[in-house]
């Protein structure tokens, strides 16, 4: 790398640090954007206190996992992967970033071409979906929950332990298991 290109890296660095340590922990976008999502929950039939819950909820799991709020119940973490939650008293994830979000939830709900996994057995809990074929680490995931391999037909995720060695190799896509146990598994390749 020239000296100029590794200057001008200290410098994007740099004030990239800078703008974060001037905006702290609550900009007003962040404020803007609960607000927002705050909105869109009541819209989708939450009450006042069922959408500060949800957003709790949220919250809590923001404090874990590097990612950003997108809906009034969804993440995008850090590395891709979509983190869905459930709204207060509702066993389902539902999508609430549009305006069907108002549609009830559905067990088993994963989109086409993606491997998606629950919290709970038989489909139902928070969610995890992943499309891209790489590695995503799993955090804070054990205990018996379920997966759907919703990905083009025949194509088997890989479940791998804390040092990635494979450890299970999922039936080809289509395919749903109603309990598996996470708490083995650090990270999932769904390629």
Same mark, same amino acid.
């Given at each position: 790398?020239?000296?100029?290109?590794?200057?001008?890296?200290? %410098?994007?660095?740099?004030? %990239?640090?800078l703008? /974060?340590? =001037? +905006?702290?922990?609550?900009?007003?976008?962040?404020?803007?954007? $609960?607000?927002?999502?705050?909105?869109? %929950?009541?819209?989708?039939? =939450?009450? $006042?206190?069922?959408?500060?819950?949800?957003?709790?909820?949220?919250?809590?799991?923001? +404090?874990?996992?590097?990612?950003?709020? /997108? %809906? +009034?119940? !969804?993440? /995008?973490?850090?590395?891709?992967?979509?983190?869905?939650?459930?709204?207060?008293? !509702?066993?389902?994830?539902?999508? =609430?970033?549009?305006?069907?979000?108002?549609?009830?939830?559905?067990?088993?709900?994963?989109?086409?071409?993606?491997?998606?996994?629950?919290?709970?057995?038989?489909?139902?809990?928070?969610?995890?979906?992943?499309?891209?074929?790489?590695?995503?680490?799993l955090?804070?995931?054990?205990?018996?929950?379920?997966?759907?391999?919703?990905?083009?037909?025949?194509?088997? +995720?890989?479940?791998?332990a804390?040092?990635?060695?494979?450890?299970?190799?999922? *039936?080809?896509?289509?395919?749903?298991? *109603?309990?598996?146990?996470?708490? @083995?598994?650090?990270? /999932?390749? @769904?390629?």
């Open positions: 790398m020239s000296i100029l290109k590794r200057y001008a890296s200290l %410098a994007v660095a740099a004030l %990239a640090l703008s /974060v340590s =001037l +905006a702290g922990p609550a900009s007003a976008g962040t404020t803007q954007s $609960r607000a927002v999502f705050g909105e869109q %929950a009541r819209a989708a039939g =939450l009450s $006042r206190g069922d959408a500060d819950a949800l957003q709790a909820k949220v919250d809590r799991y923001l +404090a874990r996992h590097d990612g950003r709020q /997108v %809906a +009034a119940n !969804e993440i /995008v973490l850090a590395d891709g992967a979509t983190l869905t939650v459930t709204v207060p008293g !509702e066993k389902s994830v539902r999508d =609430l970033s549009t305006t069907t979000g108002t549609r009830a939830a559905a067990q088993w709900e994963c989109d086409y071409g993606y491997f998606c996994m629950f919290r709970q057995q038989l489909g139902l809990g928070d969610r995890l979906a992943f499309y891209h074929c790489q590695d995503y680490a955090q804070g995931w054990t205990g018996d929950g379920s997966y759907y391999n919703h990905q083009t037909p025949g194509t088997r +995720a890989l479940f791998k804390q040092n990635r060695n494979v450890i299970f190799t999922t *039936p080809g896509a289509t395919y749903s298991e *109603p309990s598996y146990n996470w708490t @083995p598994v650090w990270f /999932v390749r @769904p390629c």
